[in-house]
């Protein structure tokens, strides 16, 4: 907040004060020339910045444009291309399906398609038209009495507490509105998430709304949620992509009296879940407290979220599916360049693997397995367009999470103060002033408008290729550009395993070192 009214001055309030310094010259002279005087001052007796002593008055400058570059940048320098984590094209789309407002593109594509990396599709020259049954898939394997009836997209990992009330709430609304589901984060499940919305439970490393005051699981607590009629799955986080294997983080500003309640925390401390669940430490403990929650849950689909590590750890938890034959319904596969409100840079930049290669990864695990055809397979990481979806699905995903597309559609502005407690706009915030900005039955729509415009662009698009269903997209139909002038589909690129391979005596060299190294018995 400090960087926008700072900016705000400079662009609305310093022009104001020159044109009143024209009028009454002589009284804003006297009083501008002591007041450097004071600064000037102040500035040669200080001892900490060495810049002001250097150059007084003129230093301040340097604070002034470092505070407010952030906007600069945003606002005049970058391109529509080259902002990160989300380019301003892919935000402005969002606003603009979300508000219902003309998404097209005049005068061809910005993008630079012979760049080496782009993603692209092949069109058919016979074209089909998908069904909006595709837009559904059914989640729940053998072992759940329960299925759920999922939207190929929904909202992805947003803890009460990371973000405001009002914006849980309009998130939920425009999830009842749409008819897919909201996943509550490890922050536990608030009364905020209850407004009619499917819910999918998560149960993160701090048992956050399913623990007794010593941090460990409660059975009661955790039956009397899942037995909501509108929690629909649940999800045990094992790990998240922005901050794999370190827990997560609510900043001590953000632990009002109520969020401190709903998680039993103390006040005035960052509240941070352990890296690892203290229920279990083993692919086979972990594989037991799924069936156990499914048991409590009243047989609903119970699965888990991790972003991949080490692989042999993944390939340990496929190893203790077929030693105990139990099987989650859904796994979560979160890729390295997922959002977070706060992480160290170190774990966000270089620790995890990134989606792509995560997915292709757990495709192969499952196929080679021959647990693919039981398991669902959701991504979450950069999910903002039908596109998103269709490379996803074509690597072997069956539904989609987005979670900061989703912030677009509620107004967030990629301010990037998730993690200060200033969201301008009221979204990643507890400050009661700025999150009344925040109208909850103008965003919920917003959020249901831009899901139907992203799932109407994924069955276009589908439709367009020539597939009869979302089932037939596989990696022959996603090229990547190798060159100036060479793409190559990614079936040609990367190794796919057939299935059942992984139980034979034949191993793929790619898996062979991992699978050995894999044990049921420990990660």
Excluded at 223 to 241: N, P
């Amino acid at each position: 907040m400090k960087r926008l009214i700072i900016f705000s001055f400079l662009l609305l309030i310093l022009p104001a004060i020159i044109v009143l310094m024209m009028w009454f010259p002589l009284k804003f002279i006297i009083v501008a020339g002591v007041l450097l005087v004071i600064i000037g001052a102040y500035d040669l007796l200080q001892t900490k910045h060495a810049i002001l002593r250097n150059f007084p008055i003129l230093g301040h400058l340097r604070f002034i444009l470092e505070t407010i570059r952030p906007e600069i940048q945003q606002y005049f320098i970058a391109t529509n291309q080259s902002e990160r984590p989300f380019s301003r094209a892919v935000r402005a789309l969002v606003y603009q399906r979300a508000k219902n407002e003309r998404d097209t593109e005049p005068f061809g594509t910005q993008n630079d398609v012979r760049t080496p990396g782009y993603f692209s599709i092949r069109h058919s020259l016979s074209p089909t038209h998908l069904s909006n049954d595709e837009s559904y898939i059914m989640v729940g394997g053998p072992q759940c009495s329960q299925p759920y009836y999922a939207s190929r997209l929904n909202v992805s990992a947003l803890s009460f507490g990371a973000l405001s009330p009002n914006a849980i709430m309009a998130l939920n609304r425009g999830a009842k509105l749409g008819s897919f589901a909201h996943n509550t984060g490890e922050g536990g499940l608030s009364s905020y998430h209850l407004q009619g919305g499917d819910i999918v439970f998560q149960l993160g490393t701090g048992l956050f709304g399913a623990r007794t005051h010593d941090g460990s699981f409660c059975p009661e607590e955790f039956t009397r949620k899942a037995h909501l009629d509108v929690v629909k799955m649940i999800e045990i986080k094992l790990s998240q992509g922005a901050k794999p294997s370190h827990g997560g983080i609510l900043p001590a500003a953000k632990v009002s009296q109520e969020i401190s309640t709903i998680r039993g925390v103390p006040m005035g401390k960052d509240c941070i879940s352990p890296p690892t669940n203290p229920e279990f430490s083993t692919p086979e403990g972990l594989l037991h407290f799924i069936a156990r929650l499914r048991e409590l849950s009243g047989g609903k689909p119970v699965g888990f979220k991790l972003c991949i590590g080490i692989r042999s750890e993944f390939l340990s938890i496929c190893k203790a599916m077929l030693k105990t034959g139990i099987l989650p319904d859904f796994i979560t596969v979160d890729g390295s360049e997922g959002g977070t409100g706060a992480a160290p840079v170190e774990f966000a930049d270089h620790l995890g693997e990134p989606l792509f290669p995560a997915l292709r990864f757990v495709r192969n695990a499952l196929v080679g397995t021959n647990l693919r055809d039981k398991i669902r397979i959701i991504c979450a990481g950069k999910v903002a367009t039908g596109f998103d979806m269709i490379d996803k699905f074509c690597l072997g995903a069956d539904m989609c999470n987005s979670a900061r597309a989703m912030m677009f559609a509620l107004g967030c502005l990629q301010s990037l103060q998730c993690n200060a407690n200033t969201c301008p706009v009221g979204v990643a915030t507890q400050n009661p002033r700025l999150v009344k900005g925040l109208v909850v039955s103008d965003k919920a729509v917003r959020v249901k408008n831009y899901h139907a415009a992203t799932i109407a662009s994924l069955l276009e698009l589908a439709g367009a290729m020539g597939v009869k269903s979302l089932a037939d997209l596989t990696p022959k139909h996603l090229f990547r550009q190798t060159s100036n002038f060479t793409s190559k589909t990614y079936a040609e690129l990367y190794e796919f395993l057939e299935p059942g391979v992984l139980l034979g005596n034949d191993i793929p060299e790619s898996f062979a070192a991992d699978w050995m190294n894999a044990s049921a018995e420990r990660f």
